[in-house]
C-alpha cells in the first residue's frame, strides 16, 4: 500500500483542519485567578518540560504580564529554536485551572469536591496516614509513581528512606522496550547521529511529530543533504509524509521484515564480518534462528513484498556503515516489543554502524572523554547521596519472574499495581503516591485502574493540574512548573561532555512548590529528616560541582556547557581531529589508528549480544529474538494503534490553554474501503468497541491508514480531572487497551482489536 503526498495533504490535511484543529471556550476548573508575573525580566537559562526531551531553553517575564521563551543559544545543537509545545509553556503558568494551593478530598474518588488545606495540615496528615499503612502493612505496601526525568529522584529517595522498593516511572507505557533491548544485548543504550546519516530506516518512530528539536532539525538537514529514509508505518505520519518511501507495513509485522533484512545481509554475504567477528557473540546462533525467516515468509506476516524488503536490505548496506536502523520507541507496541528492538539493535551491529559518522555511538560523559584525551578537558560531576539509608527486605510487587530483572531496575511494571491491589500477592498495596504521573491516560486497562484507585486507603498526587488521575486522589500538592524552580545540573552528554541546568524563571504562583521541596519537607514530618541533608537546591548544585565555584557560575550563567569536540571512536576523520586537538590521546591509539580497541559494552561478555545467555537463562527460549506471532486482534475486528502528534505530549499537555485550542480533538483515521463499507463519512460520529470498552469518536476517512486498521492521536478524552476542550473530546485509549504485559521488558500492549460502527 502507497500514498503521493498530494493525497496525504488532501485526505489529511483539509480533514484534520475541520476536526483535529479549532477554538473553543474551555470549562476550567478556576482554582485562583490570574496573578501579575514577577520574576527575572533578562534572558534566563534553563530546560524545557513540555515533553521528556528537556531541550535547553532561554525565557524572561515581559511586563509582568507574560513570558518569553526560545531555544538556548549557548548550546549550538539548539540554537534560538524551540517547538510548538515548548513555547506554549507560558500558557500553563498563570492559567486559572492550575493547582495552586494544597486541597483535600471532600466527596467520592473522581467526583471533584475539593478543600483547601494549610501545607501543615496536607504534610500531617499525608504523614499520620503513611506511617499508619506501614505500621499495618509495611514500607513496601506504599507504591511510588513519577513521571521519568530529573524530579522522580527525589520522589524515590523518599520512597527508600520510608522503606518501600515499589518504585515506578513512565517506562513500562512508553520507553522500556528500547531500553531493555540495549541493556540485554550492550548493557546499555546508544544515541544516533542523525546529522551525518546517509540512509536511515525507521519502524514508527516519527520525529516530526513526536518533535525532538535537536534531532527533528538534524533529520531534516540529513535529508537536505542527500539521505534516504524509508518509513514502516501502518499510517502515513508526517514522518512517513516526508520520507523517499512510505510502507504500510501490518500493525505487529516489524519483526518478520527485521528479520528477513538481517536474514538478506547474511545470505548474501554483505554485513561487515570484521564488526561482528570483533565486537560481537553469538552470530552463529542468530544465524541458525534467522534461517528460515526469507523475505517471501516475511511478506505473509507483515504485507511488505520480498522483493522490496531485499532491495532496502541491499540499498542500506551498500550505504553502510553510514546508516541508522532507527530504534527510537513507538513503533506498534505489541508483545513482539523487546525482540523487535533486539533485532533492530542486530542489525546495526551487522551493518558496522556502531562509532561510525551517521549511524550510532556510545555517549561520551567526562570520565571517558579526559581518559581518552590523556588530559582534564571536562569536568566531572559528584553525585548526592545518603549515608546508610533503611536496607530493603522486601521484593518489588514486580518481581514476579526473573525475566523482569531488567524493568525491575529500570523503572518498574507500573502496571503491576492493578494486580497487586487486586490480588494482595506477592502481598498487599495499600497506598499510592505519584508525582506529576498520569496513569489512567497512560496505563492501558483504565476499567481496571479506576478500580485498583478506588480500592486503595491511600491516594496522593502531586501536580500542576488536576489531571484525570489527580482527581482520584485524597490529597493534592500544588507542583512548580519547570519555569518556577531550580534543579540539579543535568549530564547531557553526547558526542563529547556537556551539562545543563533548569533555573527559576518567574516566582511561583501562588502556595506552589517544587516536588523536590515537597518530599524532602514530607520526609521531615515523617520523621525521616535525616534522609534530607541538604539546605536547598543550590547546596546540591554546589555539591554536584565538587565546590567549584567557577564552574558553578558558569552553569548558571550560560546554562548549557559543552566541552571538548565531538569523537567517534571509530570514524578517522573524527578520531584524527582528536588528536589534534589533544596530542596526549595519541598514545592510546589502537593499531589501525583510531579508538577502535576502546569501543566496549557492559554486557556480561563485554560485547554485543545478538544471542544472549543470560537471558535464555531467565526466559527460556529468549536467547535469541523470535517472532512469536502474538494475537493483536479477533477475527472481523480492526487493528487499533495510536501515536504522537506535534503539539501534544501523550496525556501530559491537553490541560495547557494553547495546545489544547491548537487540538483538541483526535478524530479516528478510517480507510475509505472501510469507511464506505460501514456507510461512514467524515465528521460522523463513530464507536470504537471490544470486550475492554466503548468510545466514541469523530470519523476521519484518510487513505493515509491501511484498511484494516484505525489510529488515532492519544491523550485525549478524559473522564474526570479538569476540563478542557482537549481533555473532554475524543477517544480516551486506554478504554480500549486490554491490561497486558509484554514477556520480559514488561511493557503495555498499545495494540488491540476493536469493532467499528456509525454512531
Given at each position: 500500500?502507497?500514498?503521493?503526498?498530494?493525497?496525504?495533504?488532501?485526505?489529511?490535511?483539509?480533514?484534520?483542519?475541520?476536526?483535529?484543529?479549532?477554538?473553543f471556550a474551555p470549562g476550567a476548573l478556576a482554582l485562583q485567578p490570574p496573578e501579575m508575573l514577577n520574576g527575572k525580566s533578562s534572558l534566563t537559562p534553563?530546560?524545557?518540560?513540555?515533553?521528556?526531551?528537556?531541550?535547553?531553553?532561554?525565557?524572561?517575564?515581559?511586563?509582568?504580564?507574560?513570558?518569553?521563551?526560545?531555544?538556548?543559544?549557548?548550546?549550538?545543537?539548539?540554537?534560538?529554536?524551540?517547538?510548538?509545545?515548548?513555547?506554549?509553556?507560558?500558557?500553563?503558568?498563570?492559567?486559572?485551572?492550575?493547582?495552586?494551593?494544597?486541597?483535600?478530598?471532600?466527596?467520592?474518588?473522581?467526583?471533584?469536591?475539593?478543600?483547601?488545606?494549610?501545607?501543615?495540615?496536607?504534610?500531617?496528615?499525608?504523614?499520620?496516614?503513611?506511617?499508619?499503612?506501614?505500621?499495618?502493612?509495611?514500607?513496601?505496601?506504599?507504591?511510588?509513581?513519577?513521571?521519568?526525568?530529573?524530579?522522580?529522584?527525589?520522589?524515590?529517595?523518599?520512597?527508600?528512606?520510608?522503606?518501600?522498593?515499589?518504585?515506578?516511572?513512565?517506562?513500562?507505557?512508553?520507553?522500556?522496550?528500547?531500553?531493555?533491548?540495549?541493556?540485554?544485548?550492550?548493557?546499555?543504550?546508544?544515541?544516533?547521529?542523525?546529522?551525518?546519516?546517509?540512509?536511515?530506516?525507521?519502524?514508527?518512530?516519527?520525529?516530526?511529530?513526536?518533535?525532538?528539536?535537536?534531532?527533528?532539525?538534524?533529520?531534516?538537514?540529513?535529508?537536505?543533504?542527500?539521505?534516504?529514509?524509508?518509513?514502516?508505518?501502518?499510517?502515513?505520519?508526517?514522518?512517513?509524509?516526508?520520507?523517499?518511501?512510505?510502507?504500510?507495513?501490518?500493525?505487529?509485522?516489524?519483526?518478520?521484515?527485521?528479520?528477513?533484512?538481517?536474514?538478506?545481509?547474511?545470505?548474501?554475504?554483505?554485513?561487515?564480518?570484521?564488526?561482528?567477528?570483533?565486537?560481537?557473540?553469538?552470530?552463529?546462533?542468530?544465524?541458525?534462528?534467522?534461517?528460515?525467516?526469507?523475505?517471501?515468509?516475511?511478506?505473509?506476516?507483515?504485507?511488505?513484498?520480498?522483493?522490496?524488503?531485499?532491495?532496502?536490505?541491499?540499498?542500506?548496506?551498500?550505504?553502510?556503515?553510514?546508516?541508522?536502523?532507527?530504534?527510537?520507541?513507538?513503533?506498534?507496541?505489541?508483545?513482539?516489543?523487546?525482540?523487535?528492538?533486539?533485532?533492530?539493535?542486530?542489525?546495526?551491529?551487522?551493518?558496522?554502524?556502531?562509532?561510525?559518522?551517521?549511524?550510532?555511538?556510545?555517549?561520551?560523559?567526562?570520565?571517558?572523554?579526559?581518559?581518552?584525551?590523556?588530559?582534564?578537558?571536562?569536568?566531572?560531576?559528584?553525585?548526592?547521596?545518603?549515608?546508610?539509608?533503611?536496607?530493603?527486605?522486601?521484593?518489588?510487587?514486580?518481581?514476579?519472574?526473573?525475566?523482569?530483572?531488567?524493568?525491575?531496575?529500570?523503572?518498574?511494571?507500573?502496571?503491576?499495581?492493578?494486580?497487586?491491589?487486586?490480588?494482595?500477592?506477592?502481598?498487599?498495596?495499600?497506598?499510592?503516591?505519584?508525582?506529576?504521573?498520569?496513569?489512567?491516560?497512560?496505563?492501558?486497562?483504565?476499567?481496571?485502574?479506576?478500580?485498583?484507585?478506588?480500592?486503595?486507603?491511600?491516594?496522593?498526587?502531586?501536580?500542576?493540574?488536576?489531571?484525570?488521575?489527580?482527581?482520584?486522589?485524597?490529597?493534592?500538592?500544588?507542583?512548580?512548573?519547570?519555569?518556577?524552580?531550580?534543579?540539579?545540573?543535568?549530564?547531557?552528554?553526547?558526542?563529547?561532555?556537556?551539562?545543563?541546568?533548569?533555573?527559576?524563571?518567574?516566582?511561583?504562583?501562588?502556595?506552589?512548590?517544587?516536588?523536590?521541596?515537597?518530599?524532602?519537607?514530607?520526609?521531615?514530618?515523617?520523621?525521616?529528616?535525616?534522609?534530607?541533608?541538604?539546605?536547598?537546591?543550590?547546596?546540591?548544585?554546589l555539591f554536584q560541582a565538587k565546590g567549584d565555584e567557577a564552574f558553578y557560575k558558569k552553569i548558571r550563567q550560560t546554562g548549557y556547557l559543552s566541552y571538548?569536540?565531538?569523537?567517534?571512536?571509530?570514524?578517522?576523520?573524527?578520531?584524527?581531529?582528536?588528536?589534534?586537538?589533544?596530542?596526549?590521546?595519541?598514545?592510546?591509539?589502537?593499531?589501525?589508528?583510531?579508538?577502535?580497541?576502546?569501543?566496549?559494552?557492559?554486557?556480561?561478555?563485554?560485547?554485543?549480544?545478538?544471542?544472549?545467555?543470560?537471558?535464555?537463562?531467565?526466559?527460556?527460549?529468549?536467547?535469541?529474538?523470535?517472532?512469536?506471532?502474538?494475537?493483536?486482534?479477533?477475527?472481523?475486528?480492526?487493528?487499533?494503534?495510536?501515536?504522537?502528534?506535534?503539539?501534544?505530549?501523550?496525556?501530559?499537555?491537553?490541560?495547557?490553554?494553547?495546545?489544547?485550542?491548537?487540538?483538541?480533538?483526535?478524530?479516528?483515521?478510517?480507510?475509505?474501503?472501510?469507511?464506505?463499507?460501514?456507510?461512514?463519512?467524515?465528521?460522523?460520529?463513530?464507536?470504537?468497541?471490544?470486550?475492554?470498552?466503548?468510545?466514541?469518536?469523530?470519523?476521519?476517512?484518510?487513505?493515509?491508514?491501511?484498511?484494516?486498521?484505525?489510529?488515532?492521536?492519544?491523550?485525549?478524552?478524559?473522564?474526570?480531572?479538569?476540563?478542557?476542550?482537549?481533555?473532554?473530546?475524543?477517544?480516551?485509549?486506554?478504554?480500549?487497551?486490554?491490561?497486558?504485559?509484554?514477556?520480559?521488558?514488561?511493557?503495555?500492549?498499545?495494540?488491540?482489536?476493536?469493532?467499528?460502527?456509525?454512531?
Amino acid at each position: 500500500m502507497s500514498i503521493n503526498r498530494r493525497d496525504f495533504i488532501k485526505g489529511v490535511g483539509v480533514g484534520c483542519a475541520g476536526y483535529a484543529i479549532g477554538s473553543f471556550a474551555p470549562g476550567a476548573l478556576a482554582l485562583q485567578p490570574p496573578e501579575m508575573l514577577n520574576g527575572k525580566s533578562s534572558l534566563t537559562p534553563s530546560l524545557c518540560e513540555m515533553c521528556s526531551f528537556r531541550c535547553p531553553i532561554e525565557a524572561q517575564v515581559i511586563n509582568n504580564k507574560t513570558v518569553f521563551i526560545q531555544g538556548n543559544t549557548h548550546a549550538e545543537h539548539q540554537g534560538s529554536r524551540v517547538c510548538a509545545r515548548g513555547g506554549s509553556g507560558v500558557s500553563l503558568i498563570n492559567d486559572p485551572a492550575r493547582i495552586v494551593q494544597p486541597m483535600k478530598r471532600k466527596g467520592p474518588r473522581g467526583a471533584g469536591e475539593w478543600e483547601v488545606i494549610t501545607w501543615e495540615q496536607a504534610y500531617r496528615e499525608i504523614a499520620e496516614k503513611l506511617n499508619g499503612i506501614k505500621q499495618s502493612f509495611g514500607a513496601e505496601s506504599v507504591a511510588f509513581s513519577s513521571k521519568s526525568g530529573s524530579l522522580s529522584s527525589h520522589l524515590f529517595h523518599l520512597a527508600s528512606a520510608f522503606g518501600s522498593p515499589n518504585t515506578f516511572t513512565h517506562a513500562s507505557t512508553c520507553p522500556a522496550g528500547k531500553a531493555i533491548a540495549a541493556q540485554v544485548m550492550m548493557g546499555g543504550d546508544l544515541a544516533m547521529d542523525i546529522g551525518n546519516t546517509r540512509y536511515m530506516l525507521a519502524f514508527g518512530h516519527n520525529l516530526y511529530e513526536g518533535i525532538e528539536v535537536a534531532d527533528t532539525h538534524e533529520m531534516m538537514m540529513a535529508q537536505e543533504n542527500g539521505a534516504k529514509v524509508v518509513s514502516f508505518d501502518p499510517r502515513l505520519s508526517v514522518f512517513s509524509s516526508k520520507a523517499d518511501e512510505w510502507h504500510a507495513i501490518r500493525p505487529g509485522g516489524d519483526l518478520p521484515v527485521l528479520q528477513a533484512m538481517c536474514h538478506v545481509l547474511i545470505e548474501e554475504d554483505l554485513y561487515d564480518k570484521a564488526f561482528v567477528q570483533r565486537y560481537t557473540v553469538g552470530f552463529e546462533q542468530l544465524s541458525a534462528s534467522l534461517k528460515e525467516t526469507t523475505p517471501e515468509w516475511a511478506e505473509k506476516h507483515s504485507d511488505i513484498s520480498a522483493e522490496v524488503i531485499r532491495r532496502i536490505a541491499r540499498e542500506i548496506a551498500a550505504a553502510a556503515p553510514h546508516v541508522i536502523v532507527n530504534p527510537g520507541h513507538r513503533a506498534t507496541y505489541n508483545k513482539e516489543e523487546l525482540d523487535m528492538r533486539r533485532m533492530i539493535f542486530t542489525m546495526n551491529a551487522l551493518l558496522g554502524s556502531i562509532e561510525r559518522s551517521g549511524g550510532m555511538y556510545q555517549k561520551k560523559g567526562a570520565d571517558k572523554y579526559n581518559k581518552l584525551a590523556g588530559e582534564a578537558v571536562a569536568p566531572s560531576l559528584a553525585k548526592p547521596g545518603v549515608k546508610d539509608m533503611p536496607k530493603i527486605t522486601a521484593k518489588r510487587i514486580d518481581a514476579t519472574r526473573p525475566e523482569f530483572k531488567y524493568i525491575n531496575k529500570s523503572g518498574g511494571i507500573v502496571q503491576s499495581i492493578i494486580d497487586a491491589v487486586e490480588t494482595e500477592k506477592p502481598y498487599a498495596v495499600k497506598a499510592w503516591v505519584m508525582s506529576r504521573h498520569n496513569p489512567l491516560q497512560t496505563v492501558t486497562g483504565r476499567p481496571e485502574l479506576v478500580k485498583t484507585l478506588e480500592k486503595l486507603e491511600l491516594v496522593v498526587s502531586c501536580d500542576v493540574y488536576l489531571s484525570e488521575s489527580a482527581a482520584y486522589a485524597d490529597y493534592l500538592l500544588p507542583e512548580c512548573t519547570y519555569l518556577e524552580r531550580d534543579e540539579e545540573i543535568s549530564d547531557v552528554s553526547g558526542l563529547n561532555p556537556a551539562y545543563a541546568v533548569r533555573q527559576q524563571v518567574v516566582t511561583p504562583i501562588g502556595n506552589a512548590r517544587p516536588s523536590w521541596q515537597i518530599w524532602q519537607e514530607l520526609g521531615g514530618v515523617l520523621g525521616l529528616e535525616k534522609f534530607f541533608p541538604w539546605k536547598d537546591m543550590a547546596t546540591r548544585q554546589l555539591f554536584q560541582a565538587k565546590g567549584d565555584e567557577a564552574f558553578y557560575k558558569k552553569i548558571r550563567q550560560t546554562g548549557y556547557l559543552s566541552y571538548g569536540i565531538p569523537l567517534l571512536l571509530r570514524e578517522p576523520e573524527s578520531v584524527n581531529a582528536f588528536i589534534r586537538a589533544y596530542p596526549k590521546a595519541a598514545a592510546g591509539l589502537s593499531a589501525d589508528g583510531t579508538f577502535s580497541d576502546e569501543l566496549k559494552f557492559k554486557s556480561p561478555s563485554g560485547l554485543i549480544e545478538l544471542y544472549s545467555e543470560t537471558l535464555e537463562g531467565l526466559a527460556a527460549g529468549f536467547g535469541a529474538p523470535l517472532y512469536r506471532q502474538f494475537p493483536l486482534k479477533e477475527e472481523g475486528e480492526l487493528y487499533f494503534i495510536q501515536g504522537k502528534v506535534a503539539v501534544h505530549t501523550n496525556g501530559a499537555t491537553q490541560y495547557v490553554p494553547m495546545l489544547s485550542e491548537l487540538m483538541w480533538d483526535n478524530p479516528v483515521w478510517i480507510h475509505p474501503e472501510t469507511a464506505k463499507s460501514k456507510g461512514i463519512k467524515t465528521g460522523d460520529e463513530v464507536w470504537l468497541s471490544n470486550a475492554v470498552g466503548k468510545e466514541k469518536g469523530t470519523a476521519l476517512v484518510t487513505p493515509a491508514v491501511r484498511p484494516d486498521t484505525l489510529f488515532v492521536y492519544m491523550g485525549f478524552g478524559a473522564k474526570a480531572g479538569a476540563k478542557t476542550a482537549a481533555t473532554t473530546h475524543g477517544v480516551h485509549c486506554g478504554n480500549l487497551l486490554p491490561h497486558e504485559t509484554s514477556p520480559v521488558c514488561g511493557t503495555n500492549v498499545h495494540t488491540a482489536g476493536v469493532q467499528l460502527s456509525r454512531g
